[in-house]
């Protein structure tokens, strides 16, 4: 069992600068991939940033967000400048690992990030 845990979130406003971070922890696990996705309620949920083999970003954030990740740690962090109402959403850590030769998907618990005078 992997458990993901978020921090970083709340109210800026336009223009304004947010960091999230989110951490894995459990046991004997391995890292494929961790990022962010998010989710605007009454629509579907959102690839933001996401780091593995290859780092991957929507367009909508594209230089304006910066994922980086303590591969230590097990820890992603999303840098967020330049933030516009429309990134309004609630922010979900994503993480693929895997455990004994197994792939699993974990989601973390969602971090509100809304952006507004």
């Known amino acids: 069992q992997v458990q993901l845990v978020e921090s970083g979130g709340g109210l800026v406003q336009p223009g304004g600068s947010l960091r999230l971070s989110c951490a894995a922890s459990?046991?004997?696990?391995?890292?494929?991939?961790m990022g962010w996705y998010r989710q605007v309620a009454g629509k579907g949920r959102e690839s933001v940033a996401i780091?593995?083999?290859?780092?991957t970003y929507a367009d909508s954030v594209k230089g304006r967000f910066t994922l980086s990740r303590d591969n230590a740690k097990n820890t992603v962090y999303l840098q967020m400048n330049s933030l516009k109402p429309e990134d309004t959403a609630v922010y979900l850590c994503?993480?693929?690992?895997?455990?004994?030769?197994?792939?699993?998907?974990?989601w973390g618990q969602g971090t509100q990030v809304t952006v507004s005078t």
């Open positions: 994503y993480a693929q690992v895997t455990v004994g030769g197994t792939v699993w998907t974990y």
């Open positions: 459990g046991s004997s696990f391995s890292v494929n991939a």
């Open positions: 780091k593995g083999a290859v780092e």
